[in-house]
T-cell receptor, first 115, second 113 residues
Framework: DGGITQSPKYLFRKEGQNVTLSCEQN?????MYWYRQDPGQGLRLIYY???????QKGDIAEGYSVSREKKESFPLTVTSAQKNPTAFYLC??????????????FGDGTRLSIL | GENVEQHPSTLSVQEGDSAVIKCTYS??????FPWYKQELGKGPQLIID?????GEKKDQRIAVTLNKTAKHFSLHITETQPEDSAVYFC????????????FGIGTKLQVIP
């Protein structure tokens, strides 16, 4: 089955620690996205990537970093600079979007908590 | 930028009744409007979408309507069932460049058996 796999499902971070969330897709999608979801709020965009080796900041990029070395993979690092990292993190992907709108497909998320 | 407002934030209905969730958007250039259903501990799943050249779309018990003039769109679920209980998100998409998607804050739907 094609889809998006996020791991781990639950992650705990200690003070001053960087942690990396994994996102892998086998849908052959060009674009990938990271969102943060907090209770009572919609999805907020952290970073996005339209092609390999290229990515752009979203609305709340401070304290986060990403890489896109492979089409299938778009890992997100939550750095120690992110002072309020407790949230549900969602990865999404979509086909190339130059000429038509296509829906984003989501993984099942990673819940990050502070120890 | 685009702003999407969604209401109500919570909705309780009796099983078998209909549920309606409404969204408004601000940017008249938006031309694609997906709806997602998110179950507890899962990621959002696309349930229906509509493009700006269509006024209504139906898929079994789910329908979406779009009024471009008023800049609002709605999700209609008929004959609700307990498994419809979830959080529903609307979104508006502005084409051009990457997919700049603006999501509503979500509606928590509870279907009471």
């Amino acid at each position: 089955d094609g889809g998006i796999t996020q791991s781990p499902k639950y992650l705990f971070r200690k003070e001053g620690q960087n942690v990396t969330l994994s996102c892998e897709q086998n849908l052959n999608h060009d674009a990938m996205y990271w969102y943060r979801q907090d209770p009572g709020q919609g999805l907020r965009l952290i970073y996005y990537s339209q092609i390999v080796n290229d990515f752009q900041k979203g609305d709340i990029a401070e304290g986060y970093s990403v890489s896109r070395e492979k089409k299938e993979s778009f890992p997100l690092t939550v750095t120690s600079a992110q002072k309020n990292p407790t949230a549900f993190y969602l990865c999404a992907s979509s086909p190339r979007t130059d000429y038509s709108n296509q829906p984003q497909h989501f993984g099942d998320g990673t819940r990050l908590s502070i120890l | 930028g685009e702003n999407v407002e969604q209401h109500p934030s919570t909705l309780s209905v009796q099983e078998g009744d209909s549920a309606v969730i409404k969204c408004t958007y601000s940017d008249s250039a938006s031309n694609y409007f997906p709806w997602y259903k998110q179950e507890l501990g899962k990621g959002p799943q696309l349930i229906i979408d509509i493009r700006s050249n269509v006024g209504e779309k139906k898929d079994q018990r789910i329908a979406v309507t779009l009024n471009k003039t008023a800049k609002h769109f709605s999700l209609h679920i008929t004959e609700t069932q307990p498994e419809d209980s979830a959080v529903y998100f609307c979104a508006a998409l502005l084409s051009g460049g990457y997919q700049k998607v603006t999501f509503g804050i979500g509606t928590k739907l509870q279907v009471i058996p």
